[in-house]
């Protein structure tokens, strides 16, 4: 089984012994940090329900980060909210819609979760390498997101 294989079977295990959503992101995010070299900084962002074009930071792994509630539209996590698409940015420091976290951020991934079509939520990596996240980082994460997006089944109603 390959690497990747490997960690969505841990994660799949994961998310079937997590109490709560809240838990299972936790779970998550602990999961792919320790076991991705240079994934330095794993969290999500989960739209608020009650202010529908903004993202309020969820779960995370890394240093703190002052960008807790996050306006559709501004940086990268904004785009990924608007386009509700992947973004990978090979380096963050050319891309003029960036919220720094850190001057330690070189790259960054951020990949949508999606219910029914509607974007509820996204995981954002950040990598204190230059262009970190290639085409096998992108379809691990989105194979991530794709296992977690049953969990926001509610905040898509049919
Ligand atoms: N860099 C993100 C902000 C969130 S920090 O990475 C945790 C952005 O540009 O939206």
Redesign the pocket.
């Known amino acids: 089984m390959d690497e990747s294989a490997a960690l969505l079977a841990e994660i799949e295990r994961a998310l079937a012994a997590a109490p709560t959503r809240e838990a299972a992101l936790a779970a998550v995010c602990r999961l792919v940090a320790t076991r991705r070299p240079g994934y330095d ?1 794993v ?1 999500f962002y989960c739209v608020d329900p009650e202010r529908p074009r903004e993202l309020v930071l969820g779960p995370f792994v890394g240093e703190p ?1 002052e ?1 807790t509630r ?1 306006p559709f539209g501004r ?4 785009q990924v909210a608007e386009r509700a698409e992947t973004m990978v940015v090979e380096d963050v420091t050319a891309e003029a819609n ?2 720094a ?1 850190s001057l330690a951020v070189r790259s ?1 991934i951020v990949v949508p979760i999606l219910v029914r079509g509607r974007f509820v939520a996204q995981l ?1 990596i ?1 990598s204190h390498q230059p262009a970190r996240f290639g085409p096998a980082d992108r379809a691990l994460c989105e194979a991530i997101c794709a296992r977690l997006a049953p969990l926001f089944a509610g905040e898509a109603p049919q």
Do not use: F, K, R, Y
């Open positions: 900084w969290g980060t960008h996050i940086g990268i996590c904004g960036h919220l976290c960054e954002d950040d």
